[in-house]
């Protein structure tokens, strides 16, 4: 385990990244310029690559068994600003620019996390305002 003085000492470290047992790891797209939670995916090895070489958010779809460029179909490119790596290196959060008017959700909503949960009585969903 790294110290608190070796992880924030500015230098760079290795990156390994932890994939699970299936050779995939959790990858959260947000907003570079808000900071609005816009989707979650898994990616593999290769994704993870595709996405470093073309800026592009490329992801593993894990029901179709193959990669998937997020905006090959809809338009709605994620171009990816940055990749930040959580402490335990086994989560991605993709800092993406999402086109104007554009959505994330292939339910046309610009963000997957819409709706919510109550906390308090049924367990139920509602829109966001």
């Not at 994939?19 to 993870?48: C, K």
Request: hydrophobic share 35%.
């Amino acid at each position: 385990m790294r110290s608190a003085t070796s992880a924030s000492s500015g230098k760079p470290e290795p990156f390994e990244p932890k994939f699970d047992s299936h050779g995939l790891i959790p990858a959260v797209a947000i907003d570079a310029a808000t900071g609005e939670v816009l989707m979650t995916a898994y990616m593999n090895r290769e994704a993870l690559e595709a996405t470093r070489r073309t800026k592009n958010a490329t992801f593993y779809s894990r029901s179709r068994q193959k990669l998937w460029v997020k905006g090959e179909t809809s338009g709605n490119f994620l171009g990816v600003e940055e990749i930040r790596v959580d402490c335990d290196q086994d989560c991605l959060v993709l800092r993406v620019r999402l086109p104007q008017g554009g959505a994330a959700c292939h339910t046309g909503e610009r963000s997957c996390f819409y709706r919510k949960l109550s906390l308090d009585g049924p367990a139920e969903l509602r829109r966001l305002a």
